[in-house]
């Protein structure tokens, strides 16, 4: 088996079939994330292709193959962001399209729901830091390399915006302390 930096360089030169293997290692964290911010499934869908094909056609611009994965992540979220720019709406999550998704084991509770509607609520800069620091285990180091910005603007980003999910959860749950998400 070839490893994930071979796979990439093959890919950089034009292997196809080195590119499609690349992507099966990274399909499911990158479809979770396009889900995460699209709320449906059409629309994360949309953004999963559309960030593959960025990815195919600019491969040969990465410069260092030991961030593939942190890349592609970046690739996504950009194109999440425009999408939802491009279409200018709110995205509604609700009950019946969380049951009603394919990937249901990813929404394992009603806690998690109700975390990701509060999270739909809160800012793009709060959501993207606690997606990737959360949902997709990056470093504080990664996330500032990722968003090109120091690792303080993180940090700090993270706690406003755990502060944030902190102050929309409180009414949800009768006692406060006994189910606090942090």
């Not at 830091?129 to 949902?135: E, G, N, S, T």
């Not at 409180?170 to 006994?178: M, N, T």
Request: positive net charge; contains cysteine.
């Amino acid at each position: 088996m070839e490893t994930k930096l071979e796979l990439i360089s093959k890919a950089k030169k034009g292997d196809i079939n080195a590119f499609q293997t690349l992507i099966h290692f990274e399909k499911e964290k990158l479809y979770k994330m396009a889900y995460v911010y699209m709320r449906n499934e059409d629309d994360a869908l949309e953004v999963f292709q559309e960030t593959i094909y960025k990815a195919f056609e600019s491969l040969s611009k990465l410069k260092n193959d030991e961030y593939f994965s942190t890349w592609m992540t970046r690739i996504l979220i950009n194109s999440a962001i425009d999408l939802l720019r491009k279409k200018k709406r709110v995205v509604p999550i609700n009950q019946a399209v969380l049951e009603n998704t394919s990937d249901t084991s990813f929404f394992k509770s009603d806690e998690q729901i109700d975390l990701l509607k509060a999270m739909e609520e809160i800012e793009e800069k709060y959501k993207t830091v606690l997606l990737l620091r959360f949902y997709q285990d990056y470093t504080v180091k990664q996330i500032a390399a990722m968003l090109k910005c120091p690792e303080g603007t993180v940090k700090t980003n993270i706690r406003r915006g755990l502060d944030k999910l902190k102050e929309k959860m409180k009414g949800v749950y009768s006692d406060d302390r006994k189910n606090s998400i942090v």
